[in-house]
């Protein structure tokens, strides 16, 4: 049983139609490889971090939600639940708001966001909660290499600069990610994002997938030490 996440904002532009559209056959030939190899592993890490979730928090393990991906077309992505059963959604469109029109590292809320569950922020960071969408890309609405999906509501507040980066199909990890994501800014990932759409190749892909682990685990570094708290030495305080 999944939850469905998704909103009512406003719609995107395009319609859905078939899902491998705008995918090199080079690109879903790498994509449906290297999920068959990985199958063996991932598979029943899968189900092991479904039974985490259902034990540690009442609800379904798996969610939907409404996604923008190639061309405006939008379609439903798959994502482990990392958040409370119906939690409020308006934080997080207040926060995407600010870092789309100032200019500061796009940080996640994850840190201090009170809605994950117990074991929500440690999925998020080792990106374990986007496992499911390798069945978006078994279905050709995703792949693994590419700009991230945007919510709808996210991509109402694009501009037609901002909406190049939907001329490639999105992906679970892209040159963004492995390149600063959460110490860059909104219009530093839009611009990674159309230089990605415009100049994707074979090499790129196999090189961003072989940087991905090491960005992963480089950013879960970052969120452990702002997630530390701050232990005080009691002999500071002694006058």
Same mark, same amino acid.
């Given at each position: ?9 406003? #719609? ?8 491998? +559209?705008?995918?090199?056959?080079? @690109? ?35 969610? #939907? ?20 059963? =119906?939690? $409020? ?23 201090? $966001? ?14 374990? $909660? ?5 069945? =978006? ?23 037609? /600069? ?6 490639? +199909? ?8 492995? =390149?600063?994501? =959460? ?12 230089? /990605? ?13 072989? @940087? ?20 005080? $030495? ?6």
């Amino acid at each position: 049983m999944m939850h469905s996440d998704a909103s009512n904002p406003e #719609r995107a532009a395009q319609p859905s139609g078939n899902p491998s +559209v705008g995918m090199p056959l080079w @690109k879903r030939s790498l994509d449906l490889l290297l999920i068959l190899l990985a199958s063996p592993v991932l598979l029943p890490l899968m189900l092991v971090i479904a039974l985490l979730i259902k034990t540690v928090s009442p609800g379904p393990a798996l969610f #939907r939600q409404e996604r923008v991906g190639y061309r405006g077309r939008r379609f439903t992505c798959f994502k482990f639940r990392t958040m409370a059963v =119906n939690a $409020d959604t308006n934080v997080h469109q207040g926060h995407l708001r600010k870092l789309m029109e100032s200019n500061i590292p796009m940080k996640k809320l994850d840190t201090r $966001d009170s809605r994950l569950i117990p074991c929500g922020l440690i999925l998020r960071s080792l990106g374990l $909660d986007e496992l499911p969408q390798i069945f =978006n890309v078994l279905r050709g609405e995703m792949s693994l290499v590419g700009p991230r999906p945007c919510i709808p509501y996210e991509y109402a507040g694009y501009s037609e /600069y901002h909406r190049q980066r939907f001329e490639a +199909v999105p992906g679970l990890t892209g040159l963004w990610q492995v =390149n600063g994501k =959460n110490s860059t800014t909104f219009e530093q990932m839009i611009e990674m994002d159309i230089y /990605y759409a415009r100049n994707k190749t074979l090499l790129m892909d196999l090189q961003i997938l072989l @940087k991905t682990i090491p960005a992963v685990i480089s950013q879960t570094k970052q969120t452990t030490e702002e997630f530390k708290p701050v232990f005080r $030495d009691p002999s500071l305080e002694r006058h």
